[in-house]
């Protein structure tokens, strides 16, 4: 039953992923030649668009390498098929679900599947968000410092999108810091809030029952947090580092969709840069999960799209319109984004079915063996 439920859901989940995609494309190609954008698009350097295929590769690659050695650290036997599993599992349902919510309750079903203890998973779960967040808010301050060096002029409203992104992820990062670090001061804003949450109007009872306690289970888990990078420093030190590849290459793919559009001129640091502009104005929230999940139990996000769809195409029109020209900026969109999203988008989905293909195929062989 629970089964038929879960498929019936991911179906109105694509179907819902599918509208949004239309509506992009729609828009992408209204009143341009769609033929010569094509065109474009098909006569691109195989040799670079592969290199971009396998730099986009690296995300999911280093998403299953960090749960492993996580995994790992915990005392769990997982192997690097099983990290894997996880990461491509987290990429598809978080993509196709407001807010990116579906990813991480989809992993901790595979990894309680696997044997592996519901806390273990959360938590394994949550440092590795921290760890690429981490990695990604410094990557966003040195973006940042490079805007006057570079001479990058923004767009108004990506300005103002960057600079309301960039000080509440500032402010977010000090607030975990705080929570996770300092178990008094973490009690103390706890306290606060559960004084302010009464007096809230229009709001049941029952629903601020519901806040406080998630905010509990938040709480605590921040504090496991604490004491799982002190038992496990060089494996946090190993995520971070693996992170920041993971990033590099990620954000990367753009130059290499430059180079096979047979662009010169722009330094991979200048296309670089802008990538990470254009992740920082489409990821508003940019949280590690338990904050995350807490905020959307709450509240509505501030940009309720699966995988951020339409907001980092219009963020990538703007930032790349003083770079391409013509149909080349809407090839170039369908490239960058094709490659670093939905092609991974794709090939997560793929890879699931196969994976759970062949499991269903053991279950059967031992059945009838």
């Known amino acids: 039953m629970n089964d038929t439920i879960s498929i019936k859901k991911t179906g109105k989940q694509i179907l819902v992923f599918l509208f949004f995609l239309f509506l992009i494309f729609f828009f992408l190609f209204k009143g341009k030649d769609v033929s010569q954008i094509l065109k474009i698009a098909a006569s691109a350097s195989f040799p670079a668009i592969v290199a971009g295929i396998a730099m986009a590769g690296a995300f999911n690659l280093s998403e299953g390498l960090n749960l492993g050695i996580l995994l790992k650290a915990m005392g769990h036997k997982v192997s690097f098929a099983q990290g894997m599993k996880y990461a491509y599992m987290g990429f598809f349902f978080s993509s196709i679900t407001p807010s990116s919510t579906g990813g991480q309750p989809m992993q ?11 806390s273990h998973g959360s938590l394994a779960l949550l ?7 981490a990695m990604a808010f410094l990557f966003e301050l040195f973006a940042v410092a490079m805007i006057p060096v570079l001479g990058i002029s923004l767009p108004a409203t990506i300005k103002i999108l960057v600079v309301a992104g960039f000080i509440m992820n500032a402010a977010f990062v000090a607030f975990l810091l705080v ?53 496990h420093k060089k494996a946090i030190a190993k995520m971070c580092i693996i992170s920041a590849g993971q990033i590099i290459c990620w954000f990367g793919v753009p130059y290499m969709v430059y180079l096979a559009l047979g662009y010169q001129g722009s330094s991979f640091l200048h296309i670089f840069v802008l990538q990470i502009l254009i992740y920082k104005s489409s990821s508003l929230l940019p949280l590690p999960g338990v904050v995350l999940q807490i905020l959307i139990y709450m509240s509505s996000s501030l940009l309720p799209l699966p995988g951020a769809m339409g907001i980092s195409e219009y963020a990538f029109l703007q930032l790349f319109g003083s770079i391409y020209s013509g149909s080349s900026m809407t090839a170039a969109v369908l490239l960058s984004r094709g490659i670093s999203f939905y092609f991974l988008l794709a090939l997560s989905g793929i890879m699931l079915l196969l994976i759970y293909g062949a499991a269903r195929q053991r279950k059967c062989n031992t059945i009838f063996s």
């Open 108 to 118: 901790l079903y595979a990894m309680k599947k696997d044997g592996i203890d519901l």
């Open 127 to 133: 440092m590795e968000l921290a760890s690429f967040q």
């Open 179 to 231: 929570v996770i670090f300092s178990e008094r001061m973490g009690q103390r804003i706890f306290g606060l809030v559960k004084k302010i949450l009464p007096r809230l109007p229009f709001v049941k009872e029952e629903t601020k029952s519901q806040w406080i306690r998630k905010m509990e289970e938040g709480l605590l888990e921040f504090h496991a947090c604490a004491l799982l990078m002190k038992e």
